[in-house]
């Protein structure tokens, strides 16, 4: 499949079969949405939201990027996550990496400047590397990037902690617990890494005061 047209076919082709097994499948579907869940996951093809977990239209509310990533300044991910949050009041919101990320793995690797918005987007990884040197540095490079792909995923849902967003439906009666999960390329399968919930204690150094 390489041309535009043939995904324009495979459309109304699915359109047909999704009709003919319920006429009215459509009608209602474009009335409203009332997805449970928020889906923050990679940009990369071999990782499709809906496909994995096998959800339907109207299940899961979806923002993908480079590395699967919550940065504080990113408005494009804020507004996902304050609209699924705060409007459609979604109960987990799931960050979902998987191993073999090509942007951690770039980010373990000196960038090229003729890419230097993505680089940009990538310091956010060198970041988490720098804060788990540590446990990081001695390890061979296989072990190296799939652990980093772990806690990159880690990082990513105490950041989602840290935003007032999650931080006020913490105390409200909606409560979203969220989750870091991470997919493996070779085996199809999902293994959840951290669960954090309003019960979780938060650095106070990122808690805000009301
Ligand atoms: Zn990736």
Not at 5 to 28: C, I, R, T
Not at 126 to 152: S, T, W
Request: proline letters at 4%; aromatic letters at 10%; hydrophobic letters at 40%.
């Amino acid at each position: 499949m390489q041309e535009p047209a043939k995904l324009l076919l495979e459309n109304k082709a699915w359109s047909e079969d999704m009709v003919a097994k319920d006429p009215g499948y459509f009608m209602s579907l474009a009335k409203e949405q009332n997805p449970q869940f928020l889906w923050i996951g990679c940009s990369d093809s071999r990782v499709p939201a809906e496909t994995i977990i096998n959800a339907q239209p109207g299940e899961i509310f979806v923002h993908r990027n480079i590395a699967n990533q919550v940065i504080s300044t990113d408005f494009n991910c804020l507004s996902v996550l304050q609209y699924a949050i705060s409007v459609l009041k979604v109960k987990h919101v799931i960050v979902c990496g998987h191993y073999g990320c090509g942007g951690v793995k770039a980010a373990l690797q000196p960038q090229k400047s003729d890419l230097f918005i993505a680089n940009q987007w990538l310091v956010h990884i060198k970041d988490v590397y720098r804060l788990n040197q540590d446990e990081l540095e001695f390890l061979a490079m296989e072990k190296k990037v799939d652990r980093l792909i772990e806690l990159n995923i880690i990082e990513q849902v105490y950041r989602l902690a840290h935003t007032p967003i999650v931080q006020y439906a913490w105390k409200t009666d909606q409560k979203p617990t969220l989750h870091g999960w991470v997919y493996g390329l070779e085996n199809g399968l999902i293994n959840e890494l951290i669960t954090l919930d309003h019960y979780t204690r938060i650095n106070p150094i990122y808690k805000y005061a009301d």
